[in-house]
Structure formats: C-alpha cells, structure tokens
T-cell receptor, first 113, second 111 residues
Framework: DSGVTQTPKHLITATGQRVTLRCSPR?????VYWYQQSLDQGLQFLIQ???????AKGNILERFSAQQFPDLHSELNLSSLELGDSALYFC????????????FGPGTRLTVT | QKEVEQDPGPLSVPEGAIVSLNCTYS??????FMWYRQYSRKGPELLMY??SSGNKEDGRFTAQVDKSSKYISLFIRDSQPSDSATYLC???????????WGAGTKLIIKP
C-alpha cells in the first residue's frame, strides 16, 4: 500500500458526460501528479500540482482540468467525455516538486460508453 | 525519436534466471533514474531510484546507470514467477519537474 488513495475505483459513464476523480496524497507529500494509461499503453503524464499550484503540464486535453485543495487532496475533472477517454487514471504523490520518487495510487478505471 | 526507448517485450525467461531490462535515452541532462514495477492494471510501484551514474543494489534487484552510453539497466537475480509484471523506466533532469517514461517491458517468468 503506497499510502495514496483514489476514488472511485471504477466509473462507467456515457459520452458527453462529466466526471470527477479524487486523489489523496501520502501524508506529508506536497506534490500530486495525474497520469492516463490506456489499454496496453504507457503512462501519459497529464498535470502536476505542488502545494496548491500548478507546476507542470503534459498532454492534458482542454476538456480536462485539475486542482489541488488546501488539504492537498486533488481532483481531476473530465468533461465532454469521448469513447477514447476510457482508460486508467492514476494519481501519484511525492514529497517535493522534483518528483523523482513518485508513489502511485491504485487508479480509477474509467469506462465511457 | 522518443527521449526514452524501452523494448516492450514480452520477455519470457525461466524461473531462477537472471533478467536484464534496459532503457536508452537521448537527453544527456538526465540525472535521476527510476525503475517502477506495474502488475496488470495496478498502480506502478517504485523499485529503484538512482542519481547520476553507478550501481545500486536492493535485494535481488540491481540498477545500473551508464551515462556515457545513455543506457540504464535493471537486473533481477533468481527471478520468481511473482516478478512477472511490466517494468517501466523513468528519468528526469535537475530543471524539469516532469518524469520522462519508457513504454515499459512486459516480463514473464515461467515456473
């Protein structure tokens, strides 16, 4: 158990809908990272927050947004969902903003029908 | 050309064999090198973390970095069926907060 929690574990929704994925980092970690992993694909970095502020942006679509709250938990919002958004979404956390040692949560499996 | 190249496999070896997993990279500024293990549809787990060049050992696992060749390796001794997973390399430099990931190598250890 990495200490990173993600909810929900599974999510099934229809095209065009909006969903919110939630992540709680390990105790003491200030950075949160979001990744997307499609079936048999590598990890695609989406975005990083450090102590409430956006630090780095990867291949995140404009339909997707994230934020980190004062208690350091983070939410990833996915809107106008398409079939191609079906994937595993992982959250990771690290102590500092360097991100060299990231600890991953169990993921949220999103299925868009 | 991708910044980090990793053979996707699958790599299939018999139980007890020594496994060698590798990544090559193009950015000479990379200083931080990580290996993660991912079981099917689970979150990646940090296995090894190395700064700059050299070797690092942890139990049956050894991570090796050769910056002159831009090549990193993970060796697994006395491989077990429970080592069957996808192994991902990741790396970064001093100025970038973003890890650059390899595609992952699928490893199968046959009993």
């Amino acid at each position: 158990d990495s200490g990173v929690t993600q909810t929900p574990k599974h999510l099934i929704t229809a095209t065009g809908q909006r969903v919110t994925l939630r992540c709680s980092p390990r105790s003491g970690d200030l950075s949160v990272y979001w990744y997307q992993q499609s079936l048999d694909q590598g990890l695609q970095f989406l975005i990083q927050y450090y102590n409430g502020e956006e630090r780095a942006k990867g291949n995140i679509l404009e339909r997707f947004s994230a934020q980190q709250f004062p208690d350091l938990h983070s939410e990833l919002n996915l809107s106008s969902l398409e079939l191609g958004d079906s994937a595993l979404y992982f959250c990771a956390s690290s102590v500092d903003q360097g991100g060299y040692e990231q600890y991953f949560g169990p993921g949220t499996r999103l299925t868009v029908t | 050309q991708k910044e980090v190249e990793q053979d996707p496999g699958p790599l299939s070896v018999p139980e007890g064999a020594i496994v060698s997993l590798n990544c090559t990279y193009s950015n000479s500024a990379f200083q931080y090198f990580m290996w993660y293990r991912q079981y099917s549809r689970k979150g990646p787990e940090l296995l090894m973390y190395t700064y700059s060049s050299g070797n690092k050992e942890d139990g049956r696992f050894t991570a090796q970095v050769d910056k002159s060749s831009k090549y990193i390796s993970l060796f697994i001794r006395d491989s077990q069926p429970s080592d069957s997973a996808t192994y991902l390399c990741a790396m970064s430099d001093d100025s970038n907060y973003q890890l650059i990931w390899g595609a992952g190598t699928k490893l199968i250890i046959k009993p």
